[in-house]
């Protein structure tokens, strides 16, 4: 399979040197800012853009997921949100010249309990209420998206059914990010890695611009992109965010030939699996309960997600483990995003995703350009604002979340 894989040239994007202002500069080199500062580019004509990031391009959460893209959100605003982004990611190569193996090969999340199966119809209908791609499956046709699903009844967890959605799959994420990257430095956007903010400018309750590793830089407007630490960063402008940051942690096995057709997800048995383009298998679960910013995995995590994969996938039981890792995500206390302008003035603040980072990227840099080119919400993101934890409209999708949250 990694015949498949397209050459790249040398270089996709120059190293720019910070300049002393910008219109508008984005904190954090991830699919987030990258999308943000490609549409601001693309759509809203401010090119006088520069992305700062800490590390390098896309080192962060972009590099650290395990690349699954889905709509099938239980509430109006979030199916709309992701539905969106969906759409997007069906357009985004073309649109970026750019393929970075989107591979619509569907997603499973299966039902172990008369509950599973209550909330999983429940949100099937939901789904097609609002225009996405959904279906309830029988066991037996579980089995036929998935022929190396184990759906026997004498396990402890048995297949009672799942929800699908075809037109989901996955993408290869590091090429999502050099397609962004490419893009916005071609529409002018400066790419400024090994820049980390260390403050900010105010004039009185305005953001007037950054002080960075590299120098104090000027800007029209500021807009956060920094994942898991988001908190820490708004913390600098002295803006509290109501997110918590926990380690999520993933691991692939060794290359195999094609087995595993489609992604399967289970919040029952805290463990989602899809096969990646070279042919590992990629594996994750629930994140870390306790709140912190570790990178690395830990034996007991992956002594669970590989109980769960092998009670669901017998075929897996020789495989090898070839290396775990560490996330930090970043998550609100109803599993939404918020994507908003703060109390704080030309401050504005993209967060919260949890493990929906990925998947919403597109949708995610749209919403949040027209926000600050604007400086209001997209219709798309405004019921996530900031103001939602303060009035209770909040948009609990503790359930379809996936099973990080």
């Given at each position: 399979m990694a015949e498949q894989l397209p050459e790249h040239p040398e270089f996709l994007w120059e190293n720019s040197e910070p300049k002393s202002s910008y219109d508008v500069v984005i904190v954090g080199g991830g699919g987030h800012g990258l999308a943000t500062?490609?549409?601001?580019?693309?759509?809203?004509?401010?090119?006088?853009?520069?992305?700062?990031?800490?590390?390098?391009?896309?080192?962060?959460?972009?590099?650290?997921?395990?690349?699954?893209?889905?709509?099938?959100?239980?509430?109006?605003?979030?199916?709309?949100?992701y539905e969106r982004s969906l759409s997007m990611w069906e357009q985004l190569p073309e649109e970026l010249d750019y393929d970075f193996l989107f591979s619509q090969r569907g997603v499973l999340n299966l039902a172990h309990t008369l509950g599973d199966v209550r909330e999983s119809v429940r949100r099937v209908e939901a789904n097609r209420l609002n225009?996405?791609?959904?279906?309830?499956l029988t066991p037996e046709e579980v089995k036929e998206v998935c022929?190396?699903?184990?759906?026997?009844?004498?396990?402890?967890?048995?297949?009672?059914?799942?929800?699908?959605?075809?037109r989901a799959g996955i993408a290869k994420h590091d090429h999502v990010a050099w397609a962004l990257a490419r893009r916005a430095a071609e529409l002018g956007v400066d790419l400024i890695q090994n820049c980390e903010v260390t403050g900010f400018l105010k004039d009185g309750e305005r953001v007037v611009g950054v002080e960075t590793s590299r120098g104090r830089i000027h800007a029209g407007k500021v807009g956060l992109c920094a994942a898991g630490?988001?908190?820490?960063?708004?913390?600098?402008?002295?803006?509290?965010?109501?997110?918590?940051?926990?380690?999520?942690q993933a691991l692939v096995s060794e290359l195999f030939e094609p087995v595993h057709p489609t992604v399967v997800m289970s919040n029952h048995v805290h463990v989602y699996v899809s096969q990646a383009h070279k042919g590992e298998l990629v594996m994750g679960a629930g994140i870390d309960q306790y709140v912190g910013y570790g990178q690395r995995g830990a034996f007991h995590i992956i002594e669970e997600q590989m109980a769960a994969a092998v009670e669901l996938f017998p075929i897996f039981a020789r495989a090898h483990v070839l290396r775990t890792w560490g996330g930090v995500v970043d998550t609100t206390f109803d599993?939404?995003?918020?994507?908003?302008?703060?109390?704080?003035?030309?401050?504005?603040?993209?967060?919260g995703w949890g493990t929906g980072g990925f998947k919403g990227t597109p949708a995610a840099g749209y919403t949040f350009a027209h926000t600050i080119a604007h400086d209001e919400p997209h219709p798309l993101n405004a019921p996530f604002s900031l103001e939602r934890f303060e009035t209770g409209f909040l948009i609990d999708e503790h359930g379809a979340a996936a099973v990080a949250h």
């Open positions: 500062a490609y549409y601001l580019a693309a759509h809203h004509g401010i090119t006088n853009v520069a992305v700062l990031e800490r590390g390098w391009l896309a080192g962060g959460n972009m590099a650290r997921n395990t690349a699954i893209i889905r709509s099938n959100y239980l509430w109006d605003e979030s199916a709309h949100l225009g996405v791609d959904a279906e309830w022929p190396i699903l184990n759906i026997g009844e004498d396990i402890r967890y048995p297949v009672m059914g799942a929800t699908y959605q075809p630490h988001s908190s820490m960063v708004a913390e600098l402008a002295g803006l509290p965010l109501p997110i918590q940051s926990h380690p999520l599993a939404s995003p918020i994507i908003s302008k703060t109390p704080i003035d030309q401050l504005y603040v993209n967060c």
